[in-house]
Nanobody, 116 residues
Framework: QVQLVESGGGLVQPGGSLRLSCAASGTIFTLNAMGWYRQDPGKERELVERILTDGRRIYADSAKGRFTISRDNAKNTVYLQMNSLKPEDTAIYYC??????????WGQGTQVTVSS
């Protein structure tokens, strides 16, 4: 059974940085994209940034210039480096792995709080 385990969330001051990690246990066949999403209470989950197997990145406007996604295929791990954090970045961040057969695996979520 595949499980995604996230780490790296926490409390940070505005302008600070955090690095999120998400590692998969188990074997994922035809793994394709890895991505990060976030969700505020009462709002829909939204894309932050995704990275495809060829390294192409797809990101939300809110992440442009501040967040960087990367992946380690050998470790089945995806990272999200978040810089210049703002209070509006506060949310629960979820990782998602997807396969070529449109199977999706989600992590349990990690809280990111940006506050002074």
């Amino acid at each position: 059974q595949v499980q995604l385990v996230e780490s790296g969330g926490g409390l940070v001051q505005p302008g600070g940085s955090l690095r999120l990690s998400c590692a998969a246990s188990g074997t994922i066949f035809t793994l394709n994209a890895m991505g990060w999403y976030r969700q505020d209470p009462g709002k829909e989950r939204e894309l932050v940034e995704r990275i495809l197997t060829d390294g192409r990145r797809i990101y939300a406007d809110s992440a442009k210039g501040r967040f960087t996604i990367s992946r380690d295929n050998a470790k089945n791990t995806v990272y999200l480096q978040m810089n210049s954090l703002k209070p509006e970045d506060t949310a629960i961040y979820y990782c998602r792995f997807s396969t070529s057969f449109s199977l999706f695996y989600w992590g349990q979520g990690t809280q990111v709080t940006v506050s002074s």
